[in-house]
């Protein structure tokens, strides 16, 4: 048997018992931190170190005992139970599971069965530390759930299959986050930015840029690392997730994979804009009133400083509840090198054919815009206003802009954004009330009692005016046409109607059934707007515009996402509440269709596309009688091309009608298959489409010959 070697002798053996028997292990450890910390240069630090101690263990330890144990592990230092080793550069970051028993079968799982991988860790001040993730499968082996497929548990989810389950235990698991892949993040660095992105907008390159200087000022690090990606993707993913948890959810199903995580926050983007309208438009019952004044009034207002790169086919149409049909562009951001996405290619020759009538109506529409600029009213009422506040845009304008016209958001009078939207046309009177009644619908009752808007006369107008009429009666539109509407106090006095100067003003709003409630009782109020905030639109946008080159670089999946963290953030700051917080709510929240009519718009477009694809496949080749088809035909085998490639080919075709070839046309069948040239049918395809490409190159010069006269005039 090999001898001992002890490092600790006899006398300090005794010495260290003596100790443990006045104080506990945990007791010593703490008294010895405590003096450790404390300045020597205070006169009663060791009154306020027994004080300390005894308050904190309920203990009566006199101060000499105190006095001689600091004494003794300060002239012992190798008995002493500290040390002043970094572990976080020693030993390797671990992260375990948060949970060691399964979910779905309930058997405990053993440490043998747990496998690790090596992943890079982000942490605060730039620092980067090799951390393995420990992770346990269970397969419900000798259980009633042997069916139920294989599940694993990571150090914040768990995964079965492809997706990851989140519950609230799971994301608040730890001082770490580890969402997946080779990648994890200090909890303190999401948190941290979300403050910094709040407090002074810092996109995530700058926000990277700064960590990376202050890990190599501190001599953690020797070069700058490309992060940025990484920390936007595990902004946007944690930041959801909580937000989902944050409104009620139990559990949340995230796709595992990291990329399909923006198409899954774009297809669950409705519900989650349902959730954000119910929550703040109640936020006076669930966290309590900003005031006397809480939402006595929403404020909408347009903002298009934040426009981002979008799609230049603006006649997409929608249909929701009220209107039949509503146009209001594509969202989607252009591929390389093109002005149009990947769903309106074919708007190129749409583009081409209307381009050749614009010089003929531009004078015709100047003259009618100049005659409709200096009509006056036969009559003064709802039916006509005589103020010149109209935002809404010409078409030719429109349709050649290739961003985004900013969004238009509903902000009550106590600064709590409510409901939002973006804007690819421009700020149309249509759009507006399609916003207000989805919001009325998501708040469930809990709408405010006045509208505010800079242009509030012709909203008002046109609800009026189109009520019943082109508008439909639903009884979201029903509260609308009853809720008085006003103007701000700022742009009011660019109002010069006789109507809107009389049934505008804010300072004589007036609805009988709001009510104040004061310290005492009830009493009615008159004048819904006095002394109410009509400027907390504004307000948010000037808070807003600083984001705008963030807003304008985001793509069409995570723009709507972004700005709805962002939103949520800024109400949670304002009305002091942790992110952290749980409203049950869930079970509460209505079901509203229609609410993002980008999200309308784009499944619209991709339906129409998939039963075009399927008309186009059956009616490609024409139907030829059977006796004028050659029994060769359709018995011999072919090496033409699918239908869907000849699609292809054809669109491409009728975008460079330049470049008819042979070689990029469809395929033809051979002639000894082929009983006559007019019979087959890809031949009459193919005239077809070189018939229309000639035309369009006849429109071409002869447009072209018009501008020619014109210079030389």
């Not at 506990?24 to 027994?50: A, C, M, Q, V």
């Not at 799609?311 to 509503?326: I, P, W």
């Not at 007036?510 to 002394?531: K, M």
């Not at 699918?642 to 051979?670: F, H, I, M």
Request: proline residues 5%; contains cysteine.
């Amino acid at each position: 048997m090999s001898e001992t070697n002890y490092h600790c002798t006899d006398q300090e053996i005794k010495q260290i018992v003596y100790f443990l028997r006045l104080f506990r292990p945990n007791e010593l450890g703490f008294l010895l931190n405590i003096g450790s910390k404390w300045s020597r240069y205070d006169p009663n630090r060791l009154e306020r170190i027994t004080f300390l101690f005894n308050s904190t263990f309920k203990t009566n330890q006199p101060v000499n005992i105190v006095q001689h144990t600091l004494t003794f592990f300060d002239r012992n230092r190798s008995l002493s139970f500290n040390h002043n080793f970094p572990l976080n550069e020693i030993a390797v970051q671990q992260l375990d599971p948060f949970r060691s028993d399964c979910p779905v079968c309930g058997n405990n799982l053993h440490l043998i069965a747990a496998s690790v991988q090596l992943v890079k860790m982000y942490c605060l001040k730039g620092r980067m530390i090799e951390t393995r993730v420990f992770s346990v499968t269970c397969s419900h082996n000798q259980t009633s759930h042997t069916k139920e497929p294989p599940i694993s548990i990571y150090p914040n989810f768990i995964r079965q299959g492809s997706l990851d389950t989140w519950t609230s235990d799971s994301l608040n698991s730890g001082d770490f986050v580890y969402l997946g892949g080779r990648h994890a993040f200090e909890r303190a660095l999401i948190e941290g930015y979300t403050c910094q992105l709040l407090g002074s907008p810092s996109s995530w390159n700058k926000a990277v840029d700064g960590w990376n200087l202050e890990a190599f000022n501190s001599g953690s690090a020797e070069k700058r690392n490309s992060w940025q990606l990484r920390l936007s993707l595990a902004f946007m993913k944690y930041k959801t997730i909580q937000f989902d948890l944050c409104v009620g959810n139990t559990v949340v199903n995230v796709p595992s994979s990291i990329g399909a995580f923006d198409q899954w926050a774009w297809d669950t983007i409705p519900d989650r804009l349902v959730s954000f309208v119910y929550l703040w438009s109640n936020h006076a019952s669930l966290m309590g009133a900003c005031g006397i004044d809480c939402c006595r009034c929403i404020v909408m207002d347009g903002h298009q400083k934040c426009r981002r790169r979008v799609c230049r086919a603006k006649q997409v149409m929608v249909s929701t509840e009220e209107f039949d049909s509503l146009k209001i562009g594509c969202c989607r951001t252009p591929i390389r090198g093109s002005q149009y996405c990947e769903l309106h290619q074919d708007q190129h020759l749409v583009d081409d054919l209307s381009s050749s009538s614009i010089g003929q109506n531009k004078q015709h529409s100047s003259l009618s815009t100049y005659r409709q600029k200096w009509r006056r009213r036969s009559h003064i009422g709802l039916d006509a206003t005589s103020c010149r506040t109209r935002k809404s845009k010409p078409d030719a304008y429109v349709n050649r802009c290739s961003r985004s016209f900013g969004l238009i958001a509903g902000v009550t009078n106590c600064k709590i954004i409510v409901t939002f939207s973006e804007l690819f046309r421009c700020e149309t009177l249509r759009e507006i009330l399609s916003l207000l009644f989805s919001t009325i619908r998501a708040s469930d009752g809990c709408f405010p009692p006045t509208v505010v808007y800079d242009d509030g006369c012709h909203l008002a107008e046109y609800l009026q005016n189109h009520f019943d009429v082109d508008l439909a009666v639903t009884p979201a539109s029903m509260v609308l046409k009853r809720t008085p509407f006003s103007i701000d106090r700022v742009h009011f006095k660019n109002h010069v109607g006789r109507w809107c100067r009389k049934n505008m003003n804010p300072d004589n709003n007036r609805c009988s059934d709001i009510y104040i409630l004061t310290s005492s009782e009830q009493i009615p109020s008159v004048l819904v707007l006095d002394g109410v905030n009509t400027e907390a639109a504004e307000q948010l946008f000037s808070w807003l515009k600083g984001y705008a080159n963030i807003l304008s670089c985001l793509g069409w999946r995570r723009s709507a996402s972004f700005m709805l963290i962002l939103f949520h953030n800024k109400n949670l700051e304002r009305k002091n509440v942790r992110p952290t917080r749980t409203f049950e709510i869930i079970s509460k929240i209505p079901q509203v269709k229609n609410i993002c009519l980008a999200h309308v718009a784009d499944s619209t477009t991709l339906s129409d596309m998939k039963i075009k694809n399927k008309t186009d496949h059956l009616d490609l080749v024409p139907q030829i009688p059977a006796q004028h088809l050659n029994p060769a035909m359709t018995l011999a085998p072919t090496t033409s091309k699918s239908s869907d490639e000849v699609l292809s080919n054809d669109t491409a075709l009728c975008r460079k009608p330049d470049a008819l070839s042979p070689k990029r046309g469809p395929p033809l069948l051979p002639p000894e298959t082929t009983p006559s040239l007019f019979n087959n049918p890809w031949t009459v395809i193919a005239n077809t489409i070189r018939e229309d490409a000639q035309k369009i190159q006849r429109i071409k010069l002869s447009k072209y010959r018009r501008n020619a006269k014109r210079w030389r005039k």
